[in-house]
């Protein structure tokens, strides 16, 4: 069981807009910064959001990262089939000195 | 663009140490810009980082594998490395070596993420 809590499966219609959750606790989410990660089936997982709610260059302004407190969301807009992917939050935990992932949501459009 | 590739045996055995070289191409491994670290995820399951690792030799280990855990840096090869202990079936797993931007701690991600190659315990 992950100190990061994701919800393990989302879906929306092509087109709609969809939210991931990452909440965790103040030694992680509420003091560190958080990243987001895409892994397409059978792919390796793949930076989408750094620093909170920045995105890498090649990232479609589609997806955006937020943070309050101890709670940071994934938010994908306009989605695609391809966009069906396992999504992972991760940070630093301070207290356990490790870099944690939360486990994974399921995206999948329908 | 920098590129990994991770590379080692497919299968160890229950006890024996598991091995794993990651080689960076693209750009250099003695870059001050960059962490170099593993990352690992059991058949089906959520991914978990192992460790991650500076040119000079800089390591973070994650505590719960700490104690048989062993990176290292070949920066002639332009190679990192991942050595596994008393390794058993909860192991098995794809492997994955990434490019770490660690700014400070508690500010890091991951990108790029090599291929990943899957390692199997069993006699």
């Known amino acids: 069981q992950s100190v990061l809590t994701q919800p393990p499966s989302v879906s929306a219609a092509p087109g709609q807009k969809v939210t991931v959750s990452c909440s965790g606790s103040?030694?992680?989410?509420?003091?560190?910064?958080v990243s987001w990660y895409q892994q397409l089936p059978g792919t390796a997982p793949k930076l989408l959001i750094y620093?909170?709610?920045q995105r890498p260059s090649g990232i479609p302004d589609r997806f955006s990262g937020s943070k309050s407190g101890t709670s940071a969301t994934l938010g994908i807009t306009g989605l695609q089939t391809g966009d069906e992917a396992d999504y992972y939050c991760?940070?630093?935990?301070?207290?356990?000195?490790?870099?944690?992932f939360g486990g994974g949501t399921k995206l999948t459009v329908l | 663009q920098l590129q990994l590739q991770e590379s080692g045996p497919g299968l160890v055995k229950p006890s024996e140490t598991l091995s794993l070289t990651c080689t960076v191409s693209?750009?250099?491994?003695?870059?001050?810009?960059?962490?170099w670290g593993w990352i690992r995820q059991p058949p089906g399951k959520g991914v978990e980082w192992i460790g991650s690792?500076?040119?000079?030799?800089?390591?973070y280990y994650n505590p719960s594998l700490k104690s048989r855990l062993t990176m290292s840096v070949d920066t002639s090869k332009n190679q990192f490395s991942l050595k596994l202990s008393s390794v058993t079936a909860a192991d098995t797993a794809v492997y994955y070596c990434?490019?770490?931007?660690?700014?400070?701690?508690?500010?890091?991600?991951?990108?790029?993420w090599g291929q990943g190659t899957l390692v199997t315990v069993s006699s």
């Open positions: 990434a490019t770490v931007t660690q700014v400070r701690m508690g500010l890091n991600w991951f990108d790029p």
């Open positions: 693209g750009g250099s491994i003695s870059s001050s810009s960059y962490f």
């Open positions: 690792i500076y040119y000079s030799g800089t390591t």
């Open positions: 103040s030694s992680n989410i509420g003091n560190n910064y």
């Open positions: 620093e909170n709610n």
């Open positions: 991760g940070t630093w935990d301070s207290r356990l000195s490790v870099v944690i």
